[in-house]
């Protein structure tokens, strides 16, 4: 490994430009001009971070690491390279030397090393090195079945297995989640497109208005922050009358599911309660709502603009199997690849969010993303103003009291930070 010590070392003493003077760059003039922020706060929730990223080499080094921990389970490690990652992603300039990063936070050694390795060879070596290990390769061919995390994929390494054929070949029995997202493993990991979303999106409301007048929908996660594509489709559904929305996503199943829209769906009930559940955040801050996982069939037609809510020709579930699972009987660009790419519709993941209207402007906030930005807000909220921030309240423990809601500029006001909109969310 590179030694930067002398880097991080000055850094620390905070005085970078004498230490560094001390230490091998006594030639080396530095140019203040070189510094590109001068003052970037540390919370992400803090900054205003666009979908334009002028270090994406950099950026992308240290996510591929993150990924690789989070895949190995060492999320505290993961989530130090997410935060690195994000610094550089707020900055209006590329990085063209190390210098300019003095002062920034959450650059650590090893996010340091990295940088440098890319600085000086084009690569970081360490990433070049994890991309290549069967065991990333395996853990991304297997967790990239949706309902396979770290842990599972972890092991079934352990017992040799590294990729869907010999996943199949083995005894073990996936659950339901994961037989469906290994029957559509192609489209699913194949990014969902914009204009895919918008047509989701009208299938949607159509759903939603026809058995509930007046609810109202609205495009969540990345989508809502300007993404051109995602892994998903995230919506948020409510009504402006209280409680009107109980009992709302079983009847929009039911009408997405009669009309063949369906490919999977499992729906889990609301089980959030302010009274029983108190300020304490669930150990997920995401799982409470009435909430709908499920895999769309989306009709090529419906993604050209054609409003599409006819009823679609039902297939047997062998026909779709033999459809949609090419990948696990050859390899890509195999003859079946090609036969599955003319089928008329594709698979894309879509989740689905009911939320009380009390509860709307925290559901919105806390599903609008990106990942670290909500961390990140939840972080501060605890860290800095002793509150707890979830995707249904904001509880003050001072003054002990929730602190309603009926906006997102409201929420951030509470929080003392000034609003950043879904755009600037990004980080
Ligand atoms: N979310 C969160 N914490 C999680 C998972 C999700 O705060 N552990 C929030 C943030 C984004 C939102 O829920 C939707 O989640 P994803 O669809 O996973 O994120 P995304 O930003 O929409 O990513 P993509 O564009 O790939 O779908
Ligand atoms: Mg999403």
Same mark, same amino acid.
């Given at each position: ?6 880097? &991080? ?6 005085? +970078?430009?004498?230490?560094? #003077? ?36 950099? &950026? ?10 989070? *895949?190995? #389970?060492?999320? !505290?490690?993961?989530?130090? /390279? $997410? ?21 920034? +936070? ?37 967790? !990239?079945? /949706? ?38 493993? @192609? @489209? ?17 409301? %159509? ?13 969540? !996660? =990345? ?6 594509? =995602?892994?998903?489709? #995230?919506? *948020? ?6 409680? $009107?929305?109980? !009992?709302?996503?079983? %009847? ?7 009309? =063949? ?15 029983? @559940? ?10 409470? /709502? ?10 090529? #037609? ?20 033999? *459809? ?76 002990? %009291? ?13 929080? =003392?930070?000034?609003?950043? +909109? ?6």
């Amino acid at each position: 490994l590179l030694d930067i010590s002398w880097y &991080t070392e000055s850094m620390k003493a905070g005085h +970078p430009v004498e230490i560094l #003077d001390r230490h091998k760059l006594q030639e080396q003039q530095v140019d203040e001009s070189k510094e590109v922020e001068s003052i970037v706060p540390s919370y992400a929730c803090q900054r205003r971070t666009t979908l334009e990223n002028h270090n994406t080499v950099f &950026t992308d080094a240290l996510s591929l690491l993150a990924e690789n921990a989070e *895949l190995s #389970d060492e999320d !505290g490690r993961g989530v130090a /390279f $997410r935060r690195a990652a994000a610094v550089l992603k707020a900055l209006h300039s590329p990085v063209t030397d190390l210098l300019q990063l003095r002062g920034l +936070p959450c650059l650590g050694g090893h996010s340091l090393r990295v940088i440098k390795d890319v600085l000086e060879n084009g690569a970081s070596s360490e990433v070049e090195c994890t991309k290549q290990s069967e065991r990333f390769k395996a853990l991304k061919v297997l967790t !990239g079945i /949706f309902g396979v995390g770290a842990k599972t994929a972890e092991r079934w390494i352990r017992e040799g297995i590294h990729s869907l054929p010999q996943l199949q070949d083995s005894a073990h029995t996936l659950n339901r989640a994961q037989q469906a997202s290994l029957e559509h493993y @192609d @489209d699913l990991n194949q990014p969902v497109t914009k204009a895919e979303g918008d047509a989701i999106g009208e299938i949607v409301e %159509k759903a939603v208005m026809s058995v509930l007048p007046g609810a109202q929908i609205t495009l969540i !996660g =990345g989508f809502r922050r300007g993404k051109l594509t =995602g892994h998903d489709v #995230d919506f *948020l559904i409510t009504h402006p009358e209280e409680g $009107r929305e109980v !009992g709302l996503m079983p %009847k929009v199943v039911s009408w997405l599911e009669s009309k =063949g829209f369906l490919l999977y769906q499992k729906t889990t009930r609301n089980s959030y309660l302010e009274s029983k @559940d108190g300020p304490a955040r669930p150990s997920s801050n995401m799982d409470r /709502f009435e909430r709908c996982f499920s895999i769309f069939k989306l009709p090529e #037609d419906a993604k050209e603009g054609t409003k599409q809510t006819e009823t679609l020709t039902e297939e047997t579930p062998e026909d779709t199997g033999r *459809l949609t699972t090419p990948s696990l009987v050859k390899d890509e660009g195999s003859e079946s690849t090609k036969r599955a790419n003319l089928k008329p519709w594709r698979a894309v993941r879509v989740d689905l969010v009911v939320s009380p209207i009390s509860q709307f402007a925290f559901a919105l906030l806390g599903w609008t993303g990106s990942k670290l930005f909500e961390r990140e807000l939840r972080r501060w909220a605890g860290h800095e103003k002793a509150m707890s921030l979830s995707s249904h309240a904001l509880y003050d423990n001072t003054q002990s %009291k929730y602190l309603r809601a009926s906006s997102e500029e409201e929420i951030f006001a509470h929080l =003392g930070l000034e609003y950043i +909109p879904p755009s600037e969310r990004n980080a």
